[in-house]
C-alpha cells in the first residue's frame, strides 16, 4: 500500500525559508526517480522539483531553480525540499510522490502540505 506523508509547511513571509519532508511506504522509494509538485488554489497541479535514482541529480521548474533543493534519503525513505526565498506565488499545497512522464494521471497522492507566503 502506498503512504506519501508530507510535513512542514507553514505560514513563512516573502524571503523566508522552509523545508519539506515527505515519509513515504509501499513504493520501493530507493528506485524510483521522486518529486515534489504543487498546486495552487484555482489552479492545476504542477511539477517543481524531481531528483533521480541514481545519482540524485535534481532538476528544476524554471520558477524555483536557484531558490529549491531537492534531496533524498534513501535509507529512510524520505524526500525532501529545502525552499529559500520564498514568494507570494510559491503559496500552494505541496505533494511528494513518484515520478514519470504520466505522473498526471496518478491518483495516489498524500495529503499535501500547505505553504502560504504572506506579509
Known amino acids: 500500500q502506498v503512504q506519501l506523508v508530507e510535513s512542514g509547511g507553514g505560514l513563512v513571509q516573502p524571503g523566508g525559508s522552509l523545508r519539506l519532508s515527505c515519509a513515504t511506504s509501499?513504493?520501493?522509494?530507493?528506485?524510483?526517480?521522486m518529486a515534489w509538485y504543487r498546486q495552487a488554489p484555482g489552479k492545476q497541479r504542477e511539477l517543481v522539483a524531481r531528483?533521480?535514482?541514481?545519482?540524485?541529480?535534481?532538476k528544476y521548474a524554471e520558477s524555483v531553480k536557484g531558490r529549491f533543493t531537492i534531496s533524498r534519503d534513501n535509507g529512510l525513505s524520505r524526500l525532501y525540499l529545502q525552499m529559500n526565498n520564498l514568494k507570494s506565488e510559491d503559496t500552494a499545497v505541496y505533494y511528494c510522490?513518484?515520478?514519470?512522464?504520466?505522473?498526471?494521471?496518478?491518483?495516489?497522492w498524500g495529503q499535501g502540505t500547505q505553504v502560504t507566503v504572506s506579509s
Open positions: 531528483i533521480s535514482s541514481r545519482d540524485s541529480t535534481g
Open positions: 509501499g513504493i520501493l522509494f530507493s528506485i524510483r526517480e
Open positions: 510522490n513518484r515520478y514519470s512522464s504520466s505522473w498526471p494521471s496518478y491518483t495516489s
